[in-house]
C-alpha cells in the first residue's frame, strides 16, 4: 500500500526557513517521481516542485531560487527547503507521487501526473 506521509511543516515569520520531509513507503520509491504542490484557502492547487527519476528538478516560477527539491532514494524521503519565506507561501502543501521511470520536466508541475498523495501539511508565513 502506498503511503506518504509529509512532516516539518508549522509557522514561520517572512524571510525565515521551513524544511518539509514526505516519508515513502509501500512502493519502489526509485521508480517514482516526485511533486510538492500547495493549496491555498479559495485558490486550485498549483505545483511548487518537482523531480524526477532521473533527478532533474523542475520549479514554478514564485519559488525559484528560494526552494530546493530533493530526494533521498535510501531513506525513501523526498524533501523541500523553503528559504526566504512570503506570507503568499502560506498554504496546505501536498508530496504526490508517480510510477513509472522519468517523467518530462513539462509534465512534473501538472497535479494531473501524479497518482499518489499525501495528506498534506500546514505552512503558515507571517508578516
Known amino acids: 500500500q502506498v503511503r506518504l506521509v509529509e512532516s516539518g511543516g508549522g509557522s514561520v515569520q517572512a524571510g525565515g526557513s521551513l524544511r518539509l520531509s514526505c516519508a515513502a513507503s509501500g512502493f519502489h520509491y526509485t521508480n517514482y517521481s516526485m511533486g510538492w504542490f500547495r493549496q491555498a484557502p479559495g485558490k486550485d492547487r498549483e505545483g511548487v516542485a518537482g523531480?524526477?527519476?532521473?533527478?532533474?528538478?523542475t520549479y514554478a516560477e514564485s519559488v525559484k531560487g528560494r526552494f530546493t527539491v530533493s530526494r533521498d532514494n535510501a531513506a525513501k524521503t523526498l524533501y523541500l527547503q523553503m528559504n526566504a519565506l512570503k506570507p503568499e507561501d502560506s498554504a496546505m502543501y501536498y508530496c504526490?507521487?508517480?510510477?513509472?521511470?522519468?517523467?518530462?520536466?513539462?509534465?512534473?508541475?501538472?497535479?494531473?501526473?501524479?497518482?499518489?498523495w499525501g495528506q498534506g501539511i500546514q505552512v503558515t508565513v507571517s508578516s
Open positions: 523531480i524526477s527519476t532521473d533527478d532533474t528538478s
Open positions: 504526490a507521487a508517480v510510477d513509472g521511470g522519468p517523467v518530462p520536466l513539462s509534465q512534473l508541475l501538472a497535479a494531473g501526473t501524479y497518482n499518489y
